[in-house]
């Protein structure tokens, strides 16, 4: 950087300490620059130089007390930054404050507006976590959880757990059911023929059969949504339009909708792979979903 002065009716770069042009030989004015203000020769590409370590410029920062201030204020501004960013929000204000008042009279404005939109900074960062937790922390009510919905893997393993429990409770009934009946159609000794009888009797069970698992799934279905195999991994039947609870008579009509689903080998269990919200169509005609529960829910 090279102090000069321009002539003003040539051009020439003179020094600083010239009183006249060397080009044109013209006086020239007085100095009228501000102490350490310079003027930068265009073909000088050269760095600044720094000033003296032992020199400070003139203004504000030559009050110790204000440089004590400025750098508290600084901290603080860290600080609130630092705890916003970590969810802290508490004692920010006062931290700014504090720094404010420690500067005196010698705030300005530009420093006001700089600590201001530090405090709406750190309001709207606390606010917005704040409202964050809250959301989190709140159970979505009924209609307004966002439903993620059973694949087929898992209501065939629920069913095939419904079926396991259906065996297990219906064959040993069965069995002592069929010998009680011919025992005591012997004992009676009334001529009967056995073949027929056993004939009458399988008809007889089937139909026992069949009503215990309507009555299972129905029962099951309108009052938690859940079957035991639904229960064990998660999942529940709802209604398809608000995710609530189905009653007896739409359960009874989904159970009738498995005959539907497994007419035309299965196509009506092959929709759940198929379609956006995994229904079959027996879903489709109750107009029901089976769900994944929420943790607050299983």
Known sequence: MVEARPCPACGHVNTVAAEACANCGEPLPGADVHPGETYRDPDDLSFPEPPPKGERPPGRGNDPKRAVAVELERAARSRVVEGAHRGVATGTMAALDAAASARGDATTTSDDAEAQALRELAERIALRRTGTRTAASTPYAVGNRPAHYAGFVIRL???AIDVVVLVAFTVPLTIAALYGIKAGLVASGAAVDL???????SRLISFAW???VVVYFTALHSAPGQTIGKAVVGIAVRRARDLAGIGVLRSLLRVAGYALSSAGFFLGFLTIIL????RGWHDYLAGTCVV???PEEA
């Open 275 to 278: 379609g956006p919200r995994k």
């Open 292 to 294: 994944h529960l929420a």
């Open 195 to 201: 073949s027929q009888t056993e004939e009458a009797l």
């Open 157 to 159: 393993v629920a069913f």
């Open 210 to 212: 069949l009503s215990m």
